[in-house]
């Protein structure tokens, strides 16, 4: 999910400005005193209290209130309810995943993912498409591309044949791979408390890889390169944002992931049925509606806010493993992702001060 949540750091904020406006302030002629003229249909009057579901004007009179909290609520207020909406949608769709793993190959089910998001995109850019084809860094946007690839296979795989609980908590990961190549990608300067914390989560890494005399788990592992390849994604972002459209980042990640996966797809493809069918192409939609829903998040909320809200992945993993799958998270799998939250929290917090300090905005 990551590569989802960091592609659209470049428009954040260019829509929030309008969201949170408030309504203008209505006159005494307009029969509203006190109240807003872009609602007139929810002056709060005394007979109000007594509109029941069965009144004709209830249901417009709740819708229109509604938008009015809407509105006024705090932008980070409006980027958690989007944020905790991404992640319930993402939760069907990892569970989706898991549920067509052991009877689909995976490559079938990336590609006709990828297939069905691409044409969303290409339907909601509509005539601006060879606008959004133009890129300054063709390269970058391809390397992005394949590392986005590299992440899904390894993430998706290990999602497969671990428990979810374990899996999304090494996936929590990726912000400390992230500041491994802040520094040596990026060159940005990290000071000992934020090295520090990179350590102590890699302990919490080691200790949810649970290594004995037989080695360490090979779909553990693939958990971590998906991690690894994420923070990839993150460092490619950044270095695309200051150039690239959203849209045109995601139509090239379309586009490579199409051609890539055409042969293996292809080459090990099983005829899905009618049930598997409907599973794929209510796992696409998931997967993009999860994506709509995470931009929106970043562009209204400060991601320092919205970032811990991202750990609520691992309740509603724990929760579809142990209801769908018969899944009971190990010991080492709670104390692991304890210390890799807790190090990753801190991590998401020390950077947003630091930028603060320097007086720049801070990133998706």
Same mark, same amino acid.
Not at 5 to 11: F, G, I, N
Not at 172 to 190: G, H, M, W, Y
Not at 304 to 325: E, H, K, N, Y
């Given at each position: 999910m990551s590569d989802d949540? =960091? &592609? /659209?750091?470049?428009?954040r904020g260019s829509e929030s400005a309008g969201i949170g406006e408030p309504a203008p302030p209505a006159s005494e002629e307009d029969g509203c005193p006190g109240g807003s003229a872009a609602f007139p249909d929810i002056t709060l009057s005394p007979d109000s209290a007594g509109i029941t579901p069965a009144d004709p004007g209830w249901l417009a009179a709740r819708r229109s209130r509604i938008g009015l909290w809407w509105r006024g609520a705090s932008p980070n207020l409006r980027g958690s309810v989007y944020m905790l909406s991404a992640l319930l949608v993402y939760a069907v769709m990892v569970g989706l995943f898991k549920h067509l793993g052991s009877s689909i190959p995976l490559v079938e089910t990336l590609m006709i993912r990828q297939l069905i998001m691409s044409l969303v995109i290409v339907l909601v850019v509509g005539r601006a498409l060879p606008s959004m084809l133009r890129t300054r860094h063709p390269g970058l946007q391809i390397f992005r591309g394949v590392v986005t690839l590299a992440s899904m296979l390894c993430g998706f795989s290990a999602l497969i044949h671990i428990p #979810?609980?374990?899996?999304? &908590?090494?996936?929590? &990961?990726?912000?400390?791979? +992230?500041?491994?190549?802040? +520094? =040596?990608?990026?060159?940005?300067?990290?000071?000992?408390?934020?090295?520090?914390?990179?350590?102590?989560?890699f302990i919490g890494i080691l200790i949810m890889l649970n290594p004995s005399t037989e080695g360490l788990n090979f779909w553990a592992l693939m958990s971590v390169g998906g991690a690894v390849f994420g923070a990839c994604i993150t460092v490619s972002v950044r270095m695309l944002g200051t150039s690239e459209r959203t849209e045109t980042i995601l139509i090239y990640q379309g586009l490579v992931l199409i051609v890539v996966l055409a042969w293996p797809a292809w080459a090990y493809w099983v005829w899905p049925t009618a049930e598997q069918w409907l599973a794929l192409v209510l796992l696409s939609l998931f997967g993009t509606a999860g994506q709509w829903l995470i931009t929106k998040a970043y562009q209204v909320g400060?991601?320092?806010?919205?970032?811990? #809200? /991202?750990?609520?992945?691992?309740?509603?993993? &724990?929760?579809?493993?142990?209801?769908?799958?018969?899944?009971?998270p190990s010991l080492s799998t709670f104390i692991g992702s304890a210390i890799v939250i807790g190090a990753t929290l801190y991590t998401i917090r020390r950077n947003a001060r630091s930028r603060a300090e320097a007086g720049l905005a801070p990133p998706a």
């Open positions: 949540r =960091l &592609s /659209d750091q470049e428009a #979810l609980a374990q899996a999304t &908590s090494i996936s929590f &990961s990726q912000v400390l791979f +992230v500041t491994i190549a802040a +520094v =040596l990608v990026l060159k940005e300067k990290v000071d000992g408390r934020r090295w520090a914390a990179t350590v102590i989560g400060e991601a320092a806010a919205l970032a811990p #809200l /991202d750990f609520s992945r691992l309740l509603l993993a &724990s929760f579809t493993g142990f209801v769908f799958f018969a899944e009971i």
